[in-house]
């Protein structure tokens, strides 16, 4: 990765943390529900803003692009969904005793449809997580149309449109509290349907047209360092008070958290946007080289996080080490291995593959 920092690690280490943060609140957290909403709906918020950032998909880009944008995002992510998915069976069907792997199940989860189905055997399967990366390659597959539908409005609008949308989800998913049903979202389980994760997406990239006018870049050229680290501060000072009213206030009356998450959100993702060219200390913390390396994982950490802890569950029984005595040993030796599997998959299996499978640029995004 050289040695220069690059000012777009911060915004990579920040996407690390959401997901370190959901594989602590799937398996060592409890009552982690509302974290871990916010930190997925953070990612696929982020992922609008990087696929327009580095996308364009202007009036040139055509179907034999689209299918080359589509193949090069599968090279980078499906080798690993394959190999998550072969090591939870293993963990799940194997390990346990059982003979019967279901194949209805393991197809739909290799088809990357399993989210579009009303069925928490299949969405869930054998490795759960991935219904973020089934989720990811349908957001793909139609981000040309969100971004060129967008840029169809002022960027007025554009932002009109967003909030208005968000009022719309908290009103069809709002409760009076736990116990009673939601106006319209109740019949399917909306977290996981892929459509629904549209609006994340598209604030994604509303906020990046946001940062392309030129009081936006203006703002950002006029800052120095020193205020740079205040606005840094600020916004996660922000982000933890909009956290703690939305988690504490709003959580028990909406079906859908996204549209009660968003002002979180944006908040930290646009602080970051807004300073990253000038580098406050905050950045620059989130940009040195253990977590620059380490956004290299990313995918492996998620889609890994299941199988891993079930395989080494029975090893560290023997060892004697998963009781409630020795919580913290067990919980270090779980995540260094996750962490080890991690960078083994990345670096000989899914790096190789990648560059293999690849079409055109060999460049990372």
Same mark, same amino acid.
């Given at each position: 990765?050289?040695?220069?920092?690059?000012?777009?690690?911060?915004?990579?280490?920040?996407?690390?943390?959401?997901? @370190?943060?959901?594989?602590?609140?799937?398996?060592?957290?409890?009552?982690?529900?509302?974290?871990?909403?916010?930190?997925?709906?953070?990612?696929?918020?982020?992922?609008g803003?990087?696929?327009?950032?580095?996308?364009?998909?202007?009036?040139?880009?055509?179907?034999?692009?689209?299918?080359?944008?589509?193949?090069?995002?599968?090279?980078?992510?499906?080798?690993?969904?394959?190999?998550?998915?072969?090591?939870c069976?293993?963990?799940?069907?194997?390990?346990?005793?059982?003979?019967?792997?279901?194949?209805?199940?393991?197809?739909?989860?290799?088809?990357?449809?399993?989210?579009?189905?009303?069925?928490?055997?299949?969405?869930?399967?054998?490795?759960?997580?991935?219904?973020?990366?089934?989720?990811?390659?349908?957001?793909?597959? @139609?981000?040309p !149309?969100?971004?060129?539908?967008?840029?169809?409005?002022?960027?007025?609008?554009?932002? %009109?449109?967003?909030?208005?949308?968000?009022?719309?989800?908290?009103?069809?998913?709002?409760?009076?509290?736990?116990?009673?049903?939601?106006?319209?979202l109740?019949?399917?389980?909306?977290y996981?349907?892929?459509?629904?994760?549209?609006?994340?997406f598209?604030t994604?990239?509303?906020?990046?047209?946001?940062?392309?006018?030129?009081?936006?870049?203006?703002?950002?050229?006029?800052?120095?360092?020193?205020?740079?680290?205040?606005?840094?501060?600020?916004?996660?000072?922000?982000?933890? %008070?909009?956290?703690?009213?939305?988690?504490?206030?709003?959580?028990?009356?909406?079906?859908?958290?996204?549209?009660?998450?968003?002002?979180?959100?944006?908040?930290?993702?646009?602080?970051?946007? !807004?300073?990253?060219?000038?580098?406050?200390? @905050?950045?620059?913390?989130?940009?040195?080289?253990?977590?620059?390396?380490?956004?290299?994982?990313?995918?492996?950490?998620?889609?890994?996080?299941?199988?891993?802890?079930?395989?080494?569950?029975?090893?560290?029984?023997?060892?004697?080490?998963?009781?409630?005595?020795?919580?913290?040993l067990?919980?270090?030796?779980?995540?260094?291995?996750?962490?080890?599997?991690a960078?083994?998959?990345?670096?000989?299996?899914?790096?190789?593959?990648?560059?293999?499978?690849?079409?055109?640029?060999?460049?990372?995004?």
């Amino acid at each position: 990765m050289g040695t220069q920092r690059n000012h777009l690690y911060a915004l990579g280490t920040l996407q690390l943390i959401a997901i @370190v943060t959901i594989v602590m609140g799937h398996l060592w957290i409890d009552n982690s529900t509302f974290m871990n909403s916010l930190c997925a709906s953070f990612c696929f918020t982020y992922s609008g803003y990087f696929t327009s950032r580095f996308h364009r998909f202007d009036g040139s880009y055509g179907l034999r692009d689209h299918g080359r944008f589509m193949w090069n995002k599968l090279a980078k992510f499906y080798p690993m969904h394959v190999l998550a998915l072969i090591i939870c069976i293993i963990a799940f069907v194997f390990m346990k005793g059982e003979t019967n792997v279901a194949m209805k199940v393991t197809l739909i989860h290799l088809s990357l449809l399993s989210p579009w189905f009303d069925d928490p055997d299949i969405y869930f399967g054998y490795n759960a997580v991935a219904w973020w990366i089934c989720v990811l390659f349908f957001l793909y597959l @139609v981000a040309p !149309l969100i971004v060129r539908g967008l840029r169809l409005l002022r960027l007025r609008w554009q932002v %009109v449109l967003i909030a208005v949308l968000l009022l719309l989800e908290f009103i069809g998913g709002y409760r009076h509290n736990e116990q009673t049903s939601s106006l319209l979202l109740s019949y399917y389980d909306m977290y996981e349907f892929p459509p629904i994760r549209i609006l994340d997406f598209a604030t994604g990239i509303v906020l990046y047209n946001i940062t392309q006018c030129a009081w936006w870049k203006r703002m950002a050229e006029r800052l120095t360092p020193s205020q740079s680290t205040l606005i840094e501060l600020g916004g996660i000072a922000l982000f933890g %008070v909009l956290f703690w009213v939305e988690k504490v206030y709003l959580n028990d009356h909406c079906f859908r958290a996204f549209c009660i998450q968003a002002p979180s959100i944006i908040v930290l993702l646009m602080t970051f946007v !807004l300073t990253s060219e000038k580098m406050g200390k @905050v950045s620059q913390l989130l940009s040195i080289k253990p977590l620059a390396v380490m956004q290299q994982y990313t995918f492996e950490i998620y889609l890994l996080q299941v199988g891993i802890f079930f395989v080494m569950k029975p090893l560290c029984e023997r060892l004697g080490i998963a009781n409630e005595q020795q919580q913290v040993l067990h919980f270090v030796v779980q995540n260094a291995m996750l962490l080890l599997a991690a960078w083994a998959c990345h670096n000989f299996y899914v790096k190789p593959l990648s560059r293999l499978l690849t079409i055109g640029s060999r460049k990372r995004i």
